[in-house]
């Protein structure tokens, strides 16, 4: 069965969430002593520092989105020049036979750009493959072995991107699964040592306590509605 997707934890941006956990070093350093009081070890403390460090090295959620994108560009401009080179065919068999005609049909290709990725693919290999089939047959009306082997090189570029797409999409889906379980299990920690360091000054000093808050910014408050 498919593991779910995880979901995220902690209320804020992945990045707002490690800038709050390096915010927190040195109140944590600071009150060492009396964070051990509390069960607050020396190891616990190490392990967020460098989880928070590890954190900080991996590729953000916008740099995942970003190339995300990057990908869909390259993939629309790879499937734009095989439809181009698909259609340029066509339209000189077009010149002879009617699209209705057996004689068009047998090339494979009614609308190029209504084709799935899978239909695409086998459709431009028909039409190579039936376009040398009969290349005599259209040559008056200015069909070329060179325009078919434009189709051919264009069909086994998007067949190659076809492959590197989902293999890109994999890892970035992995990274993004494996990034928020991460920041998950870190958000966790921070909210234990939040906790552990706001009952060191709650009844003694207020202004330390206020470090120790998961989210010092929390929410915006409303404005009042102002009367008209």
């Known amino acids: 069965m498919k ?7 902690y209320p804020f941006t992945q990045a707002q969430l490690w800038q709050r956990c390096l915010d927190l070093q040195p109140s944590l350093s600071r009150d060492t ?16 520092r460098l989880d928070t460090a ?3 090295d991996m590729s953000p959620d916008t740099v995942v989105v970003q190339e995300g994108a990057a990908v869909t560009d390259e993939k629309d401009a790879v499937v734009q020049d095989l439809e181009t080179s698909m259609q340029a065919a066509m339209s000189i068999i077009m010149l002879k036979d009617d699209p209705r005609t057996p004689r068009y049909k047998r090339f494979g290709v009614s609308d190029v750009s209504s084709l ?33 082997d434009a189709v051919e090189q264009h069909n086994e570029a998007f067949l190659e ?18 990034r928020i379980l991460f920041a998950n299990g870190l958000y966790r920690q921070l909210v234990q040592l939040c906790a552990a360091g706001e009952s060191v000054w709650k009844l003694t000093d207020a202004t330390r306590a206020r470090e120790y808050v998961v989210d010092p910014i929390g929410p915006a408050t409303p404005k009042p509605a102002v009367a008209g």
């Open 3 to 9: 593991d779910k997707n995880p979901i995220a934890e």
């Open 33 to 48: 002593t009396e964070l051990a009081k509390r069960g607050v070890t020396a190891g616990r403390l190490t392990k967020f």
């Open 54 to 56: 590890a954190f900080g």
């Open 116 to 148: 799935g990725e899978a239909k695409l693919h086998l459709a431009a290999t028909m039409l190579v493959r039936q376009g040398r089939k009969y290349l005599e047959e259209y040559k008056d009306e200015g069909l070329t072995a060179a325009m078919l």
């Open 161 to 178: 991107g076809l492959m590197s797409r989902k293999e890109a999409e994999n890892t970035r889906s992995g990274a993004t699964r494996a």
